[in-house]
Nanobody
Framework: QAQLVESGGGLVQAGGSLRLSCSAS????????MGWYRQVPGKQRELVAK???????NYADSVKGRFTISRDNAKKAVYLQINSLKPEDTGVYYC???????????WGQGTQVTVSS
């Protein structure tokens, strides 16, 4: 099972930016897809961004135009660039490994993002 370690979270003012990083313990080249979920207080975990092995990206409607997911297969890393942060983006962000049936195979431990107004 892949070990996923996130970093890059923190406290930022509304309108600011953050770049989240996810380091994988195994080669991610052969993995179907990688993604980022977020857990907002009082709500279910939500898949906010996904990137396939071929580089195709998908985003939740709530983050389109502000979030950008990317991957570096050589570094076994996945990134989430978050711009124009809003207070409602506050939550814990999890890096995930996604299987061929879109099931989540592995979760990272999460990184906290807090956006102040």
């Amino acid at each position: 099972q892949a070990q996923l370690v996130e970093s890059g979270g923190g406290l930022v003012q509304a309108g600011g930016s953050l770049r989240l990083s996810c380091s994988a313990s195994e080669r991610i080249f052969s993995i179907n897809a990688m993604g980022w979920y977020r857990q907002v207080p009082g709500k279910q975990r939500e898949l906010v961004a996904k990137i396939t092995r071929g580089g195709t990206t998908n985003y939740a409607d709530s983050v389109k135009g502000r979030f950008t997911i990317s991957r570096d297969n050589a570094k076994k890393a996945v990134y989430l660039q978050i711009n124009s942060l809003k207070p409602e983006d506050t939550g814990v962000y999890y890096c995930v490994k996604i299987g061929w049936s879109d099931e989540v195979l592995s979760w990272g431990q999460g990184t906290q993002v807090t956006v102040s107004s």
